[in-house]
């Protein structure tokens, strides 16, 4: 059975603080990514990564960064957590095939006070 | 750049009705659309998959199509339940690995 899993359902940070997500696919996936979601706002791609050390960056980079080491690892990373980072970050995996399906893991609830 | 439009942004139904979820988006240059449902405060569950090249796709009581030309796409339920209460969401991606998401219709199906 395809499995996205995401370290942490609910977090809480201070602003400044460095904080990791990280997101484990048990399915061989070429391709991760890195969502957030807001209210009103849809998903909106952060990174997004094609290969063991390589990344590319989404439509809203600005804040975080990521890492990939490992095929079936892909780690979100605020490098120093602002209130406006408070959000749902999603993380999904796919294949390298263009006309294959997204699978999500369950989503992590970050709150930065 | 590819923007994604759902109408309506939310929908309630009594059980049993027959409804349809639109998307719409402004490039016709993607590989596939897919329709996503997403509970509250959970990740999104991939429904159906349309390639570029198909019309429609059907699994149970979802039915999905697509006209790539005029950039639309429907996602039919029938007999609706209301465990199919949800946010729906559409995505369509393009070149570049690109995925863009739509902001969702949040269904209601009263019993």
């Known amino acids: 059975d395809v499995k996205v899993t995401q370290s942490s359902r609910y977090l809480v940070k201070r602003t400044g603080e460095k904080v990791f997500l990280e997101c484990v696919q048990d399915?061989?996936?070429?391709?991760m990514f890195w969502y957030r979601q807001d209210p009103g706002l849809g998903l909106r791609l952060i990174y997004f990564s094609y290969d063991v050390k390589m990344k590319e960056k989404g439509d809203i980079p600005e804040g975080y960064s990521v890492s990939r080491e490992k095929k079936e690892r892909f780690s979100l990373i605020l490098e120093s957590a602002s209130t406006n980072q408070t959000s749902m970050y999603l993380c999904?995996?796919?294949?390298?095939?263009?006309?294959?399906?997204?699978?999500f893991g369950p989503g992590t609830r970050l709150t930065v006070l | 750049k590819q923007e994604v439009t759902q109408i309506p942004a939310a929908l309630s139904v009594p059980e049993g009705e027959n409804l349809v979820l639109n998307c719409s988006f402004t490039?016709?240059?993607?590989?596939?659309l897919q329709w996503f449902r997403q509970d509250p405060g959970k990740g999104l569950t991939s429904l159906l998959l349309?390639?570029?090249?198909?019309r429609e796709q059907t699994s149970g009581r979802l039915n999905a199509s697509l006209d790539k030309s005029s950039g639309r796409s429907t996602l039919y339920i029938a007999a609706s339940q209301p465990g199919d209460s949800a946010t729906y969401l559409c995505?369509?991606?393009?070149?570049?690995?690109?995925?863009?998401f739509g902001t969702g219709t949040s269904l209601t199906v009263i019993p």
């Open positions: 490039d016709s240059a993607i590989y596939n």
């Open positions: 399915m061989d996936h070429e391709n």
């Open positions: 999904a995996g796919r294949t390298g095939t263009d006309t294959d399906t997204q699978y």
């Open positions: 995505a369509v991606s393009g070149t570049g690995n690109q995925f863009y």
């Open positions: 349309i390639q570029s090249s198909q």
